[in-house]
């Protein structure tokens, strides 16, 4: 058995025997790797693949390698097909657009109980989202990077480089299809991927290893600060009350992680500051939510307001 199918056979095994497990497959080697392990392994699949139509016939041709290896192995396959260079004509960055309609689509589809969004990122797209993060001034929450397990998500070849799941491939006869966009370096993680890693590696071989154990540190803080804060959300939900003498006491990254976890906007945290030194009953409404937020002389309290005003 390889390290690769080892490891994921390991990382499900805490699973409930009957999870499904709803595998994000573009056609591309490291989503069709994934798919077949999981075959192999005896899980209950469902696949997801979204066609863009940015590339033509060959993004049919991507489709038809899923929709082939669904219907040899009868896996159920959703397909979302959307015309996305439409979506952009009113502007907005492609990626991030893609990215949305994805992630919309997975959350969609996954409905049985107990199931798994299965994310075939790897090693290599680790490092590259870290390099961006630093790039973005993401602070310590964006230097995580990606969890191996977050909600539904899951991503078990975090552990694997790029160089690892193509051997794999290549080993087992895996069918999979090229996507020629990522030759492209318009776009900033082809650009680090294709020319700034290549050349930083030559000159420090250890660059990668001390990116991931970077990462792995930063993901361990996080885990810790998330265990910290839920404690003070459960109260929240339970009280509506935010004690002073909880709030006081946050680092400005465990202030933010707060806010992540009511669903409430980074933005919003300026906001709280200044209610926290405003007079008592002074109010901050969060529209999203149809809440409000009151000064009270313990704590902020949270209120529904049905009139939204």
Not at 228 to 242: G, R, V
Request: aromatic letters at 8%; hydrophobic letters at 40%; one cysteine or more.
């Amino acid at each position: 058995m390889s390290n690769i199918k080892a490891h994921i056979q390991e990382f499900t095994a805490s699973y409930d025997a009957a999870t499904t497990y709803y595998v994000a497959c573009s056609g591309g080697v490291d989503s069709m790797v994934l798919l077949s392990i999981l075959h192999q392994l005896g899980k209950k699949i469902h696949v997801l693949h979204v066609n863009y139509h940015l590339r033509g016939e060959a993004s049919n041709l991507d489709q038809q390698v899923i929709e082939d290896f669904c219907a040899n192995h009868a896996i159920p396959i959703s397909i979302h097909s959307i015309e996305l260079q439409i979506e952009l004509e009113n502007g907005g960055n492609l990626q991030d657009i893609a990215r949305k309609v994805r992630y919309e689509f997975f959350k969609k589809n996954a409905t049985e109980p107990n199931s798994k969004i299965v994310l075939a990122h790897h090693a290599d797209d680790q490092i590259e989202t870290f390099l961006l993060n630093i790039a973005r001034k993401a602070g310590v929450m964006g230097l995580a990077c990606m969890l191996p397990e977050h909600g539904t998500f899951i991503r078990p070849l975090l552990p694997f480089s790029k160089q690892e799941i193509l051997e794999l491939a290549i080993k087992e006869g895996i069918v999979w299809r090229e996507d020629a966009s990522n030759q492209s370096n318009k776009y900033r993680r082809n650009s680090i991927r294709n020319v700034f890693l290549p050349e930083i590696e030559a000159q420090l071989p250890e660059f990668r290893e001390s990116c991931l154990y970077l990462i792995e540190q930063f993901q361990k803080n996080q885990v810790e600060i998330e265990q910290k804060i839920k404690k003070i959300t459960h109260n929240i939900q339970q009280e509506n009350l935010l004690l002073y003498s909880d709030f006081d006491t946050l680092t400005e990254v465990e202030h933010i992680e707060l806010l992540r976890q009511l669903a409430i906007p980074f933005g919003f945290l300026k906001e709280f500051k200044k209610l926290r030194m405003a007079e008592n009953g002074k109010r901050l409404q969060l529209k999203k939510t149809k809440q409000l937020v009151i000064r009270t002389k313990t704590g902020f309290k949270w209120q529904l307001n049905e009139t939204n005003d």
